[in-house]
């Protein structure tokens, strides 16, 4: 088994079955709820163009799910600190990159998950009209490399402040490598 597949394996895992995860996805799921109910039943919003309102859901679930990804990125390597299971990580055999690709392979999956649960969502505010399949697929191509690139922010946020915690000044980055991991 690849140490990239296992380490993205365990980062969902964590997603889905801890605690803390499940309560992420549950109060988005309560946002995009408010945010649905909002489109639909406000008498000025429900006035909307169809495609306009399911282009405004889709931005609504790209914002969130941009933030769940920052949170997932961050907590992936802070988190790891946190419950002392970083050295045993960066001890194991396995290359940094792999495990940094396991890693955002996590926030990946936390993506997809975020998708599938927003599907239900965007077919409640578009069902009326013909932009229904478009939103989907909007959402789709566009919403991946955004939200990827807050969980990457993520990760490079959450080694940074490792580093600053630590305070090991030969070690902790500067801010050109932040950039530079940006």
Known sequence: MNATFLIARKEAGELLLNLRGL??????????SAFGLLLVSNTELSLLDNAQVVYDMTGIVTALSGLLALVVGTDTIAGERERGS????????????????????GVAIAWTIMYFLSLPYLWAVGSTGQNMLDGMLVLAILGTPVVLGFGFFGLVLGGYFIGFCLGDRSRRPDFRTLCVGL
């Open 86 to 105: 970083l050295v045993p990580l960066l001890l194991t055999p396995a290359p940094r990159n792999g495990i940094l690709f396991g890693k955002l392979g």
């Open 23 to 32: 309560t992420w996805l549950i109060t988005v799921s309560v946002c995009l």
